[in-house]
């Protein structure tokens, strides 16, 4: 079984930075790509980055050179830093994870950009 919890969101000031972790309290096996997406309100689901078991990884280019994602397989755990951070980076954050064809979710964690 797969459980994925995020943690790290809260508000932060244009130009700030967070650090946003996804610990699986499940199992790791079969688990491929592992990413963070994030949805404003009537908005869909976007992908923000991914990356895989390798470190391999994918970015958005709305976020490419100012969010990082990194992965801590013996941890569990997934991370994204985002630094200089933009009011349009306010969204609900979900972690997510991919066994064969099956997608998992996390709950999301808020993160809001403004003075």
């Known amino acids: 079984q797969v459980q994925l919890v995020e943690s790290g969101g809260g508000l932060v000031q244009p130009g700030g930075s967070l650090r946003l972790s996804c610990r699986n309290s499940?199992?790791?096996?079969?688990?491929?790509?592992m990413g963070w997406y994030r949805q404003e309100p009537e908005k869909e689901r976007e992908l923000v980055a991914s990356i895989t078991r390798s470190g391999a990884q994918n970015y958005a280019d709305s976020v490419k050179g100012r969010f990082t994602i990194s992965r801590d397989n013996a941890a569990k755990s997934i991370y994204l830093q985002m630094d200089s951070l933009k009011p349009e980076d306010t969204a609900v954050y979900y972690c997510n994870a991919a066994r064969s064809l099956v997608l998992y979710w996390g709950r999301g964690t808020q993160v809001t950009v403004s003075l």
């Open positions: 499940g199992s790791m096996s079969g688990i491929g790509i």
